[in-house]
C-alpha cells in the first residue's frame, strides 16, 4: 500500500516502514508569511541559545552559586538548550529552505527527545519549587538537606523518568502502519499528531499518552500546587512584614517561569479542546509558543529579578569596559 505523495516527495511503501518520508508543512495556511514568521524564531533561539549558555558558565564557574537554588537552575538552562535544538532548527530550515521532509525513524526521534525534554523541565519546576519549601520553611536546614549529592541524584530520577517515561512510546508508533497520508501539517513530530495518520487502531497510544501526561506533568503541577501552599501558609505565620516580602522574593522568578511553562501549554490543551472554529495555524502558533517563549524567557526572568545572577551577568559583561 504506497502513502500519498505532493510533487517532489518520496513515495514509500508500507513494506519498507522504516523508509516511509513525512512533510512537515510548517505553519498550514500561512505558507507565504513563513519567511517573516521565521524571524521571531530565529530571534528567540538566538536568544536561548546566549541565555541559557551564559546562565550555565556563570554558575559552573563562580562558586558562590554552587548553591541548590542556582544547580537547579543550571539543570532548567541546560534543558532549554536542549529543548529548543529539538524544535527550531528544524521549523527554519521548512521556512527558509522548505525542507520539510523527514523520515519515520527521524521522526520517532523527535517524539522521543522533545516529549522526554518537556517532562525533564516540568521535574525540574517541581524540584525548584521543593527546594523553594525547604528554604523558606527550613532556612537553617537548607544547606544540610539539599547536598550535592542530594542534588545530583534529583537530576538522575528526572533524566531516568522522563527518558523511562517516554521509551515505550518508540514501540508504539513503530508498530504502526502509516498509509493515510504523509503531510503533516507541523513544524514538528508528535506523537498523537504522528499516529492519528495511521490506518491501525491508535487506542493504545491514545491510552498511553494519557497516562504519561498525568503521571508526569498533571502530577508535577499538583505537586508544584501544593509546595506553594504550604509556602504560603510558612510566611503568612512570619511576624514581620519585610521578612514575609524578602519570603515571597526569593520565589518570584520561580513563579513566573511556572506560569511561563504551564499557560501557553493549558491554553493550547483548552483550546484544542474547545475552540472547534479556531483556525488550524492559531493552534500550530501556540504550539511553537510553548516551545520557544520559556528557553527564550527564562534567563531573561532569572537575570533580572536574581541580583546575585544580575551582578555577575554585569560583572563578566562589562567590567572589561571600564
Given at each position: ?18 523508509h ?9 495556511g ?34 558562590s ?24 532548527p ?38 525548584m519549587?521543593?527546594?523553594r519549601?525547604?528554604a ?19 537530576g538522575?530520577?528526572?533524566?531516568l ?5 517516554v ?23 508528535e ?25 508526569t ?72 509558543i ?10 531573561i526572568?532569572y ?20
Amino acid at each position: 500500500m504506497s502513502l500519498v505523495a505532493s510533487p517532489g516527495m518520496t513515495t514509500s511503501n508500507h513494506t519498507g516502514v522504516s523508509h516511509t518520508v513525512f512533510h512537515l508543512l510548517g505553519i498550514p495556511g500561512l505558507e507565504e508569511k513563513h519567511m517573516w514568521i521565521s524571524i521571531p524564531f530565529f530571534i528567540s533561539y538566538v536568544i536561548a541559545l546566549l541565555g541559557n549558555s551564559l546562565l550555565i558558565f556563570i554558575i559552573l564557574t563562580k562558586r558562590s552559586l554552587h548553591e541548590p537554588m542556582y544547580l537547579f537552575l543550571c539543570m532548567l538552562a541546560g534543558t532549554d538548550i536542549v529543548l529548543s535544538t529539538c524544535t527550531v532548527p528544524q521549523a527554519l530550515a521548512i521556512f527558509w529552505f522548505h525542507a520539510g521532509e523527514i523520515s519515520l525513524s527521524r521522526c520517532i526521534t523527535q517524539v522521543f527527545f522533545l516529549t522526554s525534554t518537556f517532562m525533564s523541565e516540568s521535574g525540574i519546576l517541581l524540584v525548584m519549587a521543593f527546594d523553594r519549601y525547604i528554604a523558606i520553611c527550613y532556612p537553617l536546614k537548607y544547606t544540610t538537606i539539599l547536598t550535592h549529592t542530594l542534588i545530583g541524584k534529583i537530576g538522575v530520577t528526572l533524566f531516568l523518568r522522563s527518558f523511562g517515561t517516554v521509551f515505550p512510546i518508540i514501540f508504539l508508533l513503530k508498530r504502526l502502519t502509516f498509509c493515510k497520508t504523509n503531510i503533516l501539517p507541523h513544524t514538528v513530530c508528535e506523537h498523537i499528531g504522528l499516529a492519528k495518520f495511521s490506518c491501525d487502531d491508535i487506542r493504545v497510544n491514545i491510552w498511553y499518552g494519557i497516562f504519561v501526561l498525568m503521571s508526569t506533568i498533571a502530577l508535577d503541577v499538583f505537586l508544584i500546587i501544593v509546595s506553594y501552599v504550604l509556602i504560603l501558609r510558612a510566611v503568612f505565620h512570619i511576624p514581620s512584614q519585610d521578612a514575609r516580602h524578602k519570603a515571597l522574593n526569593t520565589c518570584g522568578s520561580h513563579v513566573c517561569v511556572i506560569i511561563l511553562f504551564y499557560g501557553p501549554g493549558i491554553f493550547s490543551v483548552l483550546t484544542q479542546r474547545f475552540g472547534r472554529h479556531i483556525l488550524p495555524h492559531i493552534h500550530i502558533l501556540m504550539a511553537n509558543i510553548c516551545i520557544l517563549a520559556p528557553p527564550m524567557l527564562n534567563p531573561i526572568i532569572y537575570g533580572i529579578k536574581t541580583k546575585q545572577i544580575r551582578d555577575q551577568v554585569t560583572h563578566l559583561l562589562f567590567s572589561k569596559q571600564k
